[in-house]
Structures are given as structure tokens and as C-alpha cells.
T-cell receptor
Framework: QQQVKQSPQSLIVQKGGISIINCAYE??????FPWYQQFPGKGPALLIA?????SEKKEGRFTISFNKSAKQFSLHIMDSQPGDSATYFC????????????FGKGNQVVVIP | ETGVTQSPTHLIKTRGQQVTLRCSSQ?????VSWYQQALGQGPQFIFQ???????GRGNFPPRFSGLQFPNYSSELNVNALELDDSALYLC??????????????FGPGTRLTVL
């Protein structure tokens, strides 16, 4: 059972454009929502994360928008660069315990020059 | 680079064999989590070790087992390998603080191929 669902599966964006990846979840106990970036042959690296007490968080060119009532959150990559070409995973975690991460299936983003 | 190391980087085994994967956590971290990432999928939580004890387990059979050592490094053992065990195995280290979410730092993974 996929607890976190991502869309679209893949995305092709022109350099300088905006990449938008969406994520939906069902478990209302989730209280931590990170996005990870993964390059081929590497482990996932934390990009940006948000908690449900805020609706938006921005770090450089990356922004998370969070809609608690719709149980959705999205990653926006502004001014996309070829170096942003990677697979992006959304994830979610419940409070306390072992903070296990439930990951989505991933979105492959390709930024063309 | 996260400071989390894993060995070996690649491994080929045949069905029915046993395998041991190793992980060294980042300095100052006391917790190691293991994830399985099948091709084209997101990582799936296997289990976590905190202070040398299992601290939660995902939906994986008992033939997946682990250890954590006093220096917080960890091993993942898989017995009776099946073809579907072919995947990238990721180790993530963190410093457990019950009061807050503990960010997990991933290693580069071990690519296991079962023939």
C-alpha cells in the first residue's frame, strides 16, 4: 500500500523554467514532509522539508507548498538548471518512535538546455 | 557527501545464498535505518537500530535481519536470497532525539543482484 503518491511520473522542463512535482498522502498522523533528490548511483539527499504548521517554505530555488486540508504538498523548482536533472522523492513521517520515512515512487525530472 | 559509508558497492549472489551488507554511520549519530530501493521505485523501510536494538520494522520477512555495534555501525543480513531481493540497499544514519524529528542522512547504497 503506497502511503505517499507522486505525480507526474516524469517531467521535461526547459532551462530556466519551473518544475512542479505533486505529492498526496492519506495518513493524517504524518507531521514531517521532506523532499529528497537522487542522482544515478547515489543515495537520496535531503533537499527541503516542511511541517504542517506552515503552508510554504522556500530555500533558494526550491519551494514546498503544503495544503493540509487536501493532504497534498508540492515541490517547485524555480529557474530549473540542467544540474537539477535527477529523480525527486517526496516522503512523510509520523511523530515520535523511529521516524521511519514513507517514500513516494519518485519523479524523474529532465532539464533540457 | 553525508559521511555515511556502505560496503560493498556492488554484489552479485545466486538464489538461496546469504548476504551481509555493512554501514558506517555519520560521526555523532546513534541510529541506523535500512531501506530497500527496487529499480524505479522509492525506498522502502526495512528496519531501524537504535542503541544496538531493533527499533521498528517494516513489512519484510524474518530472513531480513540486522545488527548494530557499539560504535553504531550496522549490518544487514539477508538469508535464502530470492530474485526479488535484487535492489539498492540504503543505509541512513541519524541522531535520535525523541523531542524532534531526526533528519536521516543516506549513504550511497549497495547494489545487490540475485541471479
Amino acid at each position: 500500500q503506497q502511503q505517499v503518491k507522486q505525480s507526474p511520473q516524469s517531467l521535461i522542463v526547459q532551462k530556466g523554467g519551473i518544475s512542479i512535482i505533486n505529492c498526496a498522502y492519506e495518513n493524517t498522523a504524518f507531521d514531517y514532509f521532506p523532499w529528497y533528490q537522487q542522482f544515478p548511483g547515489k543515495g537520496p539527499a535531503l533537499l527541503i522539508a516542511i511541517r504542517p504548521d506552515v503552508s510554504e517554505k522556500k530555500e533558494g530555488r526550491f519551494t514546498i507548498s503544503f495544503n493540509k486540508s487536501a493532504k497534498q504538498f508540492s515541490l517547485h523548482i524555480m529557474d530549473s538548471q540542467p544540474g537539477d536533472s535527477a529523480t525527486y522523492f517526496c516522503a512523510a513521517s509520523e511523530p515520535g518512535g523511529n521516524n521511519r520515512l514513507a517514500f513516494g515512487k519518485g519523479n524523474q525530472v529532465v532539464v533540457i538546455p | 557527501e553525508t559521511g555515511v559509508t556502505q560496503s560493498p558497492t556492488h554484489l552479485i549472489k545466486t538464489r538461496g545464498q546469504q548476504v551481509t551488507l555493512r554501514c558506517s554511520s555519520q560521526s555523532g549519530h546513534n541510529t541506523v535505518s535500512w531501506y530497500q530501493q527496487a529499480l524505479g521505485q522509492g525506498p522502502q523501510f526495512i528496519f531501524q537500530y537504535y542503541r544496538e536494538e531493533e527499533n521498528g520494522r517494516g513489512n519484510f520477512p524474518p530472513r531480513f535481519s540486522g545488527l548494530q555495534f557499539p560504535n553504531y555501525s550496522s549490518e544487514l543480513n539477508v538469508n535464502a536470497l530470492e530474485l526479488d531481493d535484487s535492489a539498492l540497499y540504503l543505509c541512513a544514519s541519524s541522531q535520535t532525539n525523541r523531542a524532534t524529528y531526526n533528519e536521516q542522512f543516506f549513504g550511497p547504497g549497495t547494489r545487490l543482484t540475485v541471479l
